[in-house]
DNA sequence: TTGAAAGCGGTACCAA
DNA sequence: TTGGTACCGCTTTCAA
C-alpha cells in the first residue's frame, strides 16, 4: 500500500498537523519532533503526494520548458543550467519537444499542470503565448526569433555578438569579409547582420558578400561553392552559426582552399561541434548560464506575483579563438 | 476565479455527479444532458483539475521520458512518435536531459507525478531502473546500451544492422573493410561489431581494420588519419555511425582522397546530417517509428497491470544508400 | 507549540 | 439515468 501521512502520524504519536509541518520545516515544530518526523519518512519511504499538495496549494513548484529543436548545443546548455537552477528553488523542469503537432503540448499548457512556462523558440511561440495568456500562465520566451518586442524575452545580444566577430576579423588584417546567415526572417539573423555591418562601417568599409540560408551545413557548403564559382570568394567568412561555418570549412576544402591558410572562418554558439574538427572553429559564444540564471530570476518574480518586467534582457555574448581563423598575410 | 465543476453544475442545473461522468463520456449520460455540459464547459473555459483528479484516481496520464543527450536525431524521431501515440491514448509526455546531476531527475521520479517512465539510454540506466523499482514505477528501456537481460527493453537489432552494412560493401564488391566504432563498452557497439564480422565470415573474410573510440567526429577523423599514416587504408569503411562516418569522411578529405572514387563509406542512423553533406551519407536507418509505437504498446500493457514481457524486443533497421558508397572497381 | 476541522476539485460506489 | 455521499492526501486557518 501506499504510504501515506497517516502512516507518520501513527508511527511518531505526533498530530496530523505537526507532522504536516514538520517536513515542510515550519518553525513552529520542536527540533525533536521534526527529527521523529523525518526519521519516520526515511524509515517508511515516505513522499508525499504532489497531486495533494498541488490540490490545495495551488501550485505544482513544475515549470514546462518548451523546445523546438533538440539538436543545439547551445539549447542543451542552457537547459541543464535551467534544470540546475530552478531545483535550487524547489522547482522541477519538464521538457516539451514541439515539431509540428502541437495539440498535445496545448493540451499540457491549458490543464494547468505547470507553473510557468518557458517558451524556447519553438516554431509557433506567438501561439503558445496566446494558449499562456488565456489561461494566465505566467511565462517568458528565451532566444526568440520572430517579432522583437511584446512578451518578455530573454536574449542573447546577437547584434554585439555580430559585431564582435566582424571586429575580430578586421582586427586581424582582413578587408574583404564576407556573410553567411541563416533563414533570413529570424530575428538573431538579422542582429548579427546589423553588428557586423556596424563594425565594417567604423572603418568604413562595407560587406563584401553576403548570403542566406537555414542555419545548416550545406547553406554554408553551397554558399562558397557559390562564391568560388564566381571567382568572388572574401579573405575572411563570417558564418552566422557553427553549422554553416562547418560546411563552409568543408565547401572551401573540397574546392582546395584552405582553413584558415587561404581563408579564416568564425562561426557563432561555440557549439561542440565547433571543437571536434579540424580545424577547432573560432566562434562566438552565448552566455547561456547567464541566461539561464536571468531566467529562473525573472520567472520566480513572475511566480511571486511581480509584474512582467518592461524591458527585455540582453546579454553579452563573448569570442572563443580557436583555429580556424589567423592573421591576414 | 477559477472555473471548477460546480460552475458547470450550476450552469446546467445537472447535479455533481452527473457532469463529472458527462465530461468523461460516461454511456450512462443521456445525449442531450452531456450535450449541455459540453457546452457550457466550452462557454466558461473550463478544464478538469488534473491533480483533483490524481488525488483520487492514482494516475496522472502522464509518461515521462528520460533522455541523456539531446543531438540525436534518432531520438528525434522517437520522441516525436512517442509524443502523439500516447496522447492518442489520453497521455501526455515530459521529457527530462540527465547529462550529470541526476537529483533533479530522481526527486521527480520518486514524487510519483508520472504513471510510467521510458529510459533512453540515458548514463546511469542502472540508477534509475533501481529507483523506479523501488517506487514501483513502471519503466521500459530503449536502445539501452548497458547489459544486454534484466529489464525489459526495446531496440533495434543492431547485429542485423551492421550485418547489413558490411554485407552492402561486400556486394559492391569490395574486400578490404575496415570498421570504425564508438564507445567499445557499449551494446550498440558490440552488436554492430558482431554482425559485421558475421556478414565477413559468410564469405570466409576477416574485417580489415578495426577501431573504437567515441561516437562523434574526431573519431573518424582521426582513425582515418592514422591508417594512411600507416598505409593500410581499406577500401571501404564501415563507421558504427554518422557522426564517425561524417568525420571519416573529411578525414579522408584532408588526405586527399575522395569518397566515394576512393573509399566507400557507410554510417548508421541516417540522421539529418547524413543528407546535409557532399556526400550524401549511405546509412543503416533505425526503425523510430515502429521503435515507439511498439514501446507504447508496452508501456500501456504495464499500466494496465500486464506483467513484463519476457522477451526483449528487437526492430529490424534498414538500408538507406546513397552517395558515399559505389562499386568497386 | 500543537491540533481540530474545513476544504482543494474530483471520482466512484450504491441507492433511488 | 441520476444523484447523495464518502473519501483521495495534504495544507491552512484558528483556537487551545
Chains 1, 2 share one sequence.
Not at 27 to 54: F, I, Q, W
Not at 174 to 192: N, P, Q, V, Y
Not at 219 to 243: L, M, N
Not at 265 to 293: E, F, H, L, W
Amino acid at each position: 500500500m501506499k504510504v501515506t501521512i497517516n502512516d507518520i502520524v501513527k508511527a511518531t504519536g505526533l498530530s496530523y498537523v505537526t507532522v504536516s509541518k514538520a517536513m515542510r520545516n515550519h518553525p513552529s515544530v520542536k527540533d525533536e519532533n521534526r527529527k521523529k518526523v523525518m526519521d519516520a519518512m526515511k524509515a517508511l519511504g515516505y513522499v508525499p503526494s504532489a497531486a495533494a499538495r498541488t490540490l490545495v496549494t495551488g501550485k505544482t513548484y513544475v515549470i514546462a520548458v518548451m523546445i523546438s529543436e533538440l539538436g543545439d548545443g547551445f539549447y542543451d546548455d542552457i537547459i541543464e543550467a535551467l534544470n540546475r537552477e530552478f531545483f535550487k528553488r524547489g522547482y522541477l523542469v519538464t521538457l516539451h519537444m514541439c515539431k509540428k503537432d502541437d495539440q498535445e503540448n496545448i493540451a499540457f499548457l491549458e490543464q494547468k499542470r505547470v507553473d510557468g512556462v518557458i517558451l524556447m523558440a519553438p516554431y509557433k511561440e506567438v501561439l503558445f503565448a496566446r494558449v499562456l495568456e488565456e489561461q494566465k500562465v505566467p511565462y517568458l520566451i528565451m532566444d526568440h526569433q520572430t517579432r522583437d518586442s511584446q512578451p518578455y524575452t530573454i536574449l542573447s545580444d546577437n547584434q554585439q555578438g555580430g559585431y564582435m566577430a566582424v571586429k575580430y576579423l578586421l582586427d586581424l588584417g582582413f578587408r574583404r569579409i564576407g556573410l553567411i546567415g541563416g533563414e533570413a526572417t529570424s530575428l538573431a539573423t538579422k542582429e548579427r547582420y546589423k553588428g557586423a555591418v556596424k563594425a565594417l562601417e567604423e572603418l568604413g568599409f562595407q560587406t563584401d558578400n553576403t548570403a542566406y540560408g537555414q542555419y545548416d551545413q550545406p547553406t554554408g557548403y553551397q554558399t562558397v561553392q557559390k562564391w568560388i564559382e564566381q571567382d568572388r570568394i572574401p579573405q575572411a567568412i563570417f558564418a552566422f552559426d557553427d553549422h554553416i561555418a562547418l560546411g563552409t570549412i568543408n565547401g572551401l576544402k573540397d574546392c582546395g582552399l584552405k582553413v584558415p591558410e587561404d581563408v579564416s572562418v568564425i562561426g557563432y554558439d561555440d557549439s561542440p561541434m565547433a571543437n571536434q574538427y579540424t580545424p577547432k572553429i573560432t566562434s562566438i559564444r552565448q552566455p547561456a548560464q547567464a541566461m539561464a540564471k536571468k531566467a529562473v530570476e525573472v520567472m520566480i518574480d513572475l511566480l511571486a506575483g511581480g509584474e512582467k518586467p518592461t524591458q527585455n534582457t540582453k546579454l553579452p555574448p563573448s569570442l572563443c579563438i580557436k583555429e580556424s581563423t589567423h592573421l591576414f598575410k
